[in-house]
């Protein structure tokens, strides 16, 4: 979170997050970010810098993500994570569970299971009780492919 990144974000995180983070100081990497947001519509902004992708957006995320730029970090977006493991654009995940229940809620992830995509290679708990795990792509082996 202290290093320096740029966000991908689904509509819905953006619009909450830019309501607050442009006029708070305490996460400069998110503020000095650029900010890559999958929406159906562009709309201005005061959180800059702002990119929307309004189409094609495997594709322009596939390109961001075989560029030079800086690492990108997904936060919330829910769908949007959904779609990116979908199409095998997620190199590593980190979840972050916090111990309180909502209620009922949303599943995280629709697909059948995290492990076919993914396998734990860490896991923290923090002194408030938040477990951090963190996931990366499972590699396919030739054993996988032929059973």
């Known amino acids: 979170m202290r290093s320096s990144f740029d966000l ?3 509509r819905k995180t953006y619009d909450l997050w830019a309501a607050y983070w442009p006029f708070h100081d305490g996460w400069k990497e ?9 929406s159906h ?5 005061l959180w800059e810098p702002t990119i929307f992708i ?6 322009k995320i ?3 993500k075989q560029g030079d730029g800086k690492p990108i970090h997904v936060w919330g977006s829910s769908e949007l ?4 493991i979908k199409h095998d654009l997620v190199d590593n995940l980190w979840l972050m569970v916090y111990p309180i229940h909502l209620g009922e809620g949303k599943k995280l992830f629709q697909f059948e299971s995290l492990e076919n995509y993914f396998h734990e290679v860490g896991h923290h708990v923090s002194p408030q009780g938040v ?15 032929s059973s």
């Open 8 to 10: 991908l974000l689904g």
């Open 30 to 38: 998110a503020n000095q970010a650029i900010k890559y947001v999958v």
């Open 41 to 45: 519509q562009s709309y201005p902004s």
């Open 54 to 59: 309004n189409s094609d957006v495997v594709e």
């Open 62 to 64: 596939l390109k961001l």
């Open 81 to 84: 994570v959904e779609t990116l």
């Open 131 to 145: 477990q951090m795990i963190k996931y990366d792509k499972r590699i396919v082996s030739l054993d996988d492919l």
